[in-house]
């Protein structure tokens, strides 16, 4: 079967999009607090809760959509929706707004997810799809990486004491439409510009039809209650809602920690730090790729569980510098955990693989979860108290390394046999 390497390429432009735009929110936390005069952390937790809520429930749905519409319109609709909400808060510019323009987000984000995992295993063929997810993924923490780097010209260029106008046609631009006292707003205005290529490219594409295997279907009604009557799978759940709490917990906050804690500015150097973030996951994910060789990932979890302990209590409580460094470390002791317990929970049940996958990717939800545990506790306590609630996710997870007892365990080689391949 002849690839179609233009399609396989677009579908890279389009997953760098989707993690361009939904893993900003971090840096962007400290100006909300700021811009909105929140009261309270918890004000501030919301936007991802509204994200992520919205994700949660528009998963299942979206799966239903594509069956009955077909591939492109559930695509063209999945980039229409965040292109809808970015323009809508760059325009108003309020809290409400916001929460609204978020959740709208969250719902286009969560169809795309839904038509492109299967899409990239059409487009590349069955036998290249670890290679084609795993490119995806690189090219998912690439634009998580960036955009806080985007963030950071972005707020420096328009600064009212820096911003000359005049040297730069796109600040000026941005400049002319974007709220002197708010330059993070600019970056909706670039979300919207690339959202506006991203719904001409889907307009003018044939998108292939997908075929999708037993275990991407969702399964029958007694299939999930089936499901939900087993115990592991409520605790594969909390897993993978652990994971996502663990991972949007720590790189939404960590900017706030380090300015309220080290007098550091969110702008620049808070920005930076989500940005090594996701730099170091993304390094993670490829030094993960030989360690699963090499090691039962059941180990390979517990040990990213302490080390991910290790280096949080060094973010919360060492110095400036250690915290500085710490909290983007955590990003690579994580990198592999959300693989290691989709897979063990996938390897521990007999059949409804395709209901129980379902299942566990609306975990996400923990997306909502976490971040607005740590900042109601935050709110009545401190954001290091909250913060501490991300040990106990991490905790459960590395608790799943010792307990989990899958069908069948992932194959390992020498690491003499793996430099021979």
Not at 126 to 139: G, I, K, R
Not at 203 to 217: A, F, N, Q, Y
Not at 285 to 304: E, W, Y
């Amino acid at each position: 079967m002849k690839r179609n390497y233009g399609m396989l390429a677009l579908i890279m432009v389009f997953w760098f999009t989707i993690s361009f735009i939904t893993n900003i929110l971090g840096p962007l936390i400290p100006d909300i607090i700021h811009n909105f005069s929140l009261s309270d952390l918890a004000m501030a937790g919301f936007i991802p809760t509204s994200f992520f809520l919205a994700y949660a429930i528009m998963s299942i749905p979206a799966g239903l959509l594509i069956d009955r519409y077909g591939e492109k319109p559930v695509l063209f609709c999945g980039f229409l929706m965040p292109f809808i909400g970015t323009i809508l808060f760059a325009t108003l510019h309020t809290y409400p707004i916001l929460l609204i323009s978020s959740f709208i987000i969250g719902l286009g984000m969560a169809m795309l997810q839904t038509v492109l995992n299967p899409l990239q295993r059409t487009v590349g063929g069955e036998e290249n799809y670890a290679f084609v997810a795993e490119l995806a993924q690189f090219m998912f923490g690439i634009a998580s990486f960036l955009s806080p780097l985007v963030y950071t010209y972005l707020i420096t260029g328009l600064n009212t004491g820096t911003y000359i106008p005049g040297h730069n046609i796109i600040l000026d631009v941005l400049a002319k439409i974007t709220p002197r006292e708010m330059p993070w707003v600019s970056l909706y205005w670039v979300f919207t510009a690339l959202l506006l290529v991203m719904l001409v490219a889907v307009s003018i594409s044939r998108i292939p039809k997908i075929t999708l295997l037993e275990e991407e279907k969702n399964g029958t009604k007694s299939s999930y209650f089936e499901l939900f009557r087993q115990k592991y799978v409520w605790l594969f759940f909390l897993g993978i809602f652990c994971y996502v709490s663990t991972e949007q917990g720590t790189s939404i906050f960590m900017s706030t920690f380090l300015e309220k804690y080290h007098g550091v500015n969110p702008q620049v150097e808070g920005a930076q730090a989500v940005s090594y973030f996701w730099g170091a996951m993304t390094a993670g994910c490829l030094v993960g790729m030989v360690l699963l060789k090499l090691m039962d990932c059941k180990r390979l979890l517990q040990i990213s569980g302490v080390l991910t302990m290790v280096l949080l209590f060094t973010a919360l409580f060492g110095n400036k510098s250690m915290s500085i460094l710490a909290f983007p470390a955590i990003g690579f002791s994580i990198s592999m955990m959300y693989s290691i317990v989709f897979s063990l929970a996938l390897n521990s049940a007999r059949n409804n693989h395709g209901s129980f996958a379902g299942i566990l990717c609306s975990a996400i939800v923990g997306g909502a979860g976490g971040p607005l545990i740590i900042s109601l506790l935050a709110d009545v306590t401190s954001l290091r108290v909250g913060m501490l609630s991300i040990f106990v996710f991490v905790g459960y997870m590395t608790f799943i390394g010792f307990w989990a007892h899958p069908l069948i365990n992932n194959k390992t080689i020498s690491l003499k046999a793996l430099l021979k391949r």
